[in-house]
């Protein structure tokens, strides 16, 4: 799980830690954070192991299956969870926010799901990325993540078809979930046929169905958002 340290990736964390996963708490800058994750997850009763690597860096995104394993042996689900989300547009965004989103968002998911498949060598496994509902409907607003995500959205059914038949790859395209941790905010609510924002309970139980579903859902792309990317 990627980017375990807090916020969604915590709670993914723990829920598959209840259902009894082993898990790698991989975290960039929030070591103290992911400390307490290990702690609620080994509650549990399971193995979990904290991982500092920066996903902007890709050796560093590239190694994390091999330390992963090194920590914890094979490795059978992976979550593409880490993301940045920076409130640019198209004429503002600059050359380096442009590449760090898709350092973050787009490359590292990539060479960790490379790594991820060349270490399952065969054997069956499940990846899971976390998409946005602007994926599918790009807008104006968070302009280099929304194309990230898209792009992302991309690479999940490319893999989902060079991963096959061992490896299934789905994308979980959520809605406003939680405010931004940066504090900023457009109305999340405008346009939602739901209106209401999503509950991270309900971006858990998605997330396991994805991960350990019916085996013949591959580049499915399930959205959790309330009805917002059809409006
Ligand atoms: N929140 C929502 O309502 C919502 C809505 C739509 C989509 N999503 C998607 O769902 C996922 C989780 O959302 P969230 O709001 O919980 O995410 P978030 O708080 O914005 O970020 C998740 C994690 O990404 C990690 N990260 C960022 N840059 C990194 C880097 N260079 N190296 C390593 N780790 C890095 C951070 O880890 P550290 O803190 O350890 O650095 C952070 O904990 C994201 O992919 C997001 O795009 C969320």
């Known amino acids: 799980m ?6 969604l990736g915590r709670a993914f964390a723990e829920a598959l830690a209840i259902n009894g996963a082993n898990v790698i708490v991989h975290y960039g800058h929030s070591a103290e ?8 997850l ?22 994390l299956v091999s330390r992963a394993e090194e920590a914890i042996g094979k490795v059978d689900l992976l979550v593409n969870n880490a993301a940045i989300f920076g409130p640019v547009g198209a004429l503002d965004a600059s050359i380096e926010d442009w590449q760090s989103h898709l350092d973050v968002n787009l490359t590292a998911p990539f060479l960790i799901s490379q790594q991820f498949a060349r270490a399952r060598d ?8 976390l998409l946005d509902w602007r994926a599918l409907r790009p807008g104006a607003d968070h302009f280099p993540y929304t194309i990230s995500k898209a792009a992302l959205a991309a690479l999940t059914r490319g893999l989902a ?3 096959a038949p061992d490896i299934r790859v789905n994308g979980l395209a959520l809605g406003a979930i ?12 405008e346009g939602v046929p739901s209106e209401r924002w999503g509950t991270v309970e309900e ?4 997330l396991l169905f994805l991960l350990a579903g019916p085996e013949y859902v591959t ?3 399930l959205h959790v958002d309330g009805g917002r990317h059809l409006t």
């Open 42 to 63: 080994e509650v549990h009763g399971v193995q979990a192991v904290a991982i500092q690597a920066d996903l902007a860096n890709p050796v560093e995104a590239a190694e």
């Open 219 to 221: 580049g499915e792309i």
């Open 2 to 7: 990627t980017g375990a340290g807090r916020r």
């Open 203 to 206: 971006a858990v139980e998605a």
């Open 122 to 129: 065969g054997a069956p496994g499940s990846i899971v990325n």
């Open 178 to 189: 939680l405010p931004p941790s940066d504090g900023g905010t457009n109305d999340p609510l």
């Open 161 to 163: 078809v060079s991963l």
């Open 33 to 40: 954070e992911a400390g307490g994750v290990v702690r609620d």
